[in-house]
């Protein structure tokens, strides 16, 4: 008779990180534990490669949490989870993040289950080293939404934003929650409002047993929050991206060809200040800059160029590509959907500012991987602190 395997509840993020990190903790997960996946993002049923994954032998279930808002989402996830727990009791949990309100449901659930659950925190992303700024810059683009469709001022669609977030904080880690649970969230980074209330973390040190980083620098900004019991492993990607690329049929062939992957979300802060053509103009010209130095460097290597799925409608970014596509002849664009990952792979070098994609490429360890800071975002050469990635930066002569 076969024992039955461990069960682990694994909840990697956003779809577009589960194939930067979380794929890769799965497929190590899958070697040892039975997996339940759960989501909150509609572009997994979307995605023909995840239909792949999802069909592995290990994978028991995948538990798509979407739709509803408010007290209506709080029921949602409280109850599939409860549904998905009580047919597949747990063993390990390996959440992506401490903040949301799935990590908290799902916590609430293994705690009343008693000891004996092994409780795992991954990163999935690259971890910025300066929270105000990052919160900032996602103000800035929600800001940006009201901006242009309510035709209100800058200041005061931000301060729309802000009161939006504080309300959501409210009802969402104290209103809520004490209807459902008789107890309030305690997030140590709140994701409405960006504040870090590092009192909070000793809940999290109590609740998790393993928090894992991939370099000793983001370990480290980890530990300053007051999180511990953080360990900088390698990324899992190492042991595992060719297992992936022959499981989803992916070529493994490398060309002599040059990936760039701009960060979404910076042009934002450039339209506070500029009208949209002079954002256009801007951009063009410093990322010519850019393109002029990799076209000098690898002549005749063609120039794939891919944005942030997010920026896929974003006229700024549309009317900017086309300008560089005049520009350079070999350079070419590919849909925003397309994965980066696929692209990173298939290429020699990757370019871009401070994406994530670029954080990415320098893990796996066999690529020239080049940060061009030449935009004037605060941040731009964030990049520099990590091994493995060439940061250009052009500050000194902006003055």
């Known amino acids: 008779m076969t024992t039955p395997r461990p069960i682990a509840y694994f909840m990697p993020g956003p779809a577009h990180l589960f194939w930067t990190t979380g794929v890769f903790h799965l497929l190590e997960l899958g070697r040892t534990h039975d997996v339940v996946i759960v989501t909150d993002d509609g ?17 028991l279930e995948h538990v798509q949490i979407v739709g509803q808002r408010l007290l209506s989402r709080h029921l949602l996830v409280k ?49 910025t080293g300066d929270f105000r700024l990052d919160f900032q810059y996602r103000i800035a683009m929600d800001a940006k939404i009201i901006h242009e469709k309510m035709h209100l001022p800058w200041p005061i669609a931000t301060a729309l934003v802000k009161l939006r977030g504080m309300v959501l904080s409210f009802l969402n880690y104290t ?51 007051g999180l511990r019991r953080v360990r900088a492993i390698d990324h899992p990607a190492k042991a595992h991206r060719r297992d992936l690329a022959q499981l989803l049929g992916r070529s493994t062939i490398v060309h002599d060809q040059i990936v760039i992957l701009p960060s979404v979300g910076f042009t934002t802060e450039l339209q506070k200040t500029r009208t ?97 800071d030449y935009f004037g975002y605060p941040g731009g050469n964030e990049l520099i602190a990590y091994d493995g990635i060439e940061v250009r930066s052009n500050r000194d002569a902006q003055g």
């Open 79 to 127: 109850r599939a989870l409860e549904a998905a727990t009580a047919k597949y009791p747990p063993d390990l949990l390996y959440l992506h993040n401490m903040n949301y309100i799935e990590d908290f449901y799902l916590l609430r659930l293994f705690r009343s289950r008693g000891e004996g659950i092994t409780r795992v925190f991954f990163q999935n992303g690259r971890l």
């Open 175 to 225: 209103v809520f929650p004490m209807l459902l649970t008789g107890k309030q969230f305690r997030p140590w980074y709140n994701v409405y409002t960006g504040v870090i209330t590092s009192g909070y973390c000793e809940q999290w040190n109590t609740a998790t047993d393993q928090v894992f980083a991939y370099v000793e620098y983001e370990a480290d900004i980890y530990r300053k929050v």
């Open 276 to 372: 949209d053509d002079e954002v256009v103009g801007y951009l063009s010209q410093a990322w010519s800059l850019a393109l002029s130095e990799l076209e000098g460097e690898h002549p005749a290597w063609p120039m794939v160029i891919k944005l942030h799925p997010a920026a896929a409608n974003d006229p700024i970014w549309m009317r900017t590509i086309q300008n560089l596509k005049a520009a350079f002849a070999q350079l070419s664009a590919v849909a925003p959907t397309l994965s980066a990952e696929a692209l990173i792979e298939a290429s020699r070098v990757v370019a871009g500012d401070v994406s994530s994609a670029l954080w990415w490429a320098a893990l796996i360890g066999d690529k020239k991987v080049i940060s061009f």
């Open 43 to 59: 572009r997994y049923d979307q995605s023909p490669d995840f239909q792949t994954i999802r069909e592995l032998e290990f994978v």
